[in-house]
């Protein structure tokens, strides 16, 4: 898993981590991954959906 810039994705690391573990409780709970993947940890998954820009993190 590449995730070259995922700090340049969101505003901050507080924020990051805080859309990383939303993202990974809803993937948890039976949300389906916006991605194709071969992980199967929530965090992973979730790190990899902002990597790939499925998840955008805004800056309120």
């Known amino acids: 898993m590449r995730l070259d810039g995922l700090f340049d994705k ?6 990051l981590s805080i859309v990383v573990s939303e993202r990974a409780l809803q993937i948890q709970q039976g949300s389906r991954p916006l991605i194709e993947t071969k992980e199967k940890n ?18 309120e």
């Not at 969101?10 to 924020?15: E, G, T, V």
């Open 10 to 15: 969101a505003p901050d690391r507080y924020k």
């Open 42 to 59: 929530p965090i992973a998954i979730a790190l990899e959906e902002i990597a790939q820009e499925k998840i955008i993190i805004i800056s």
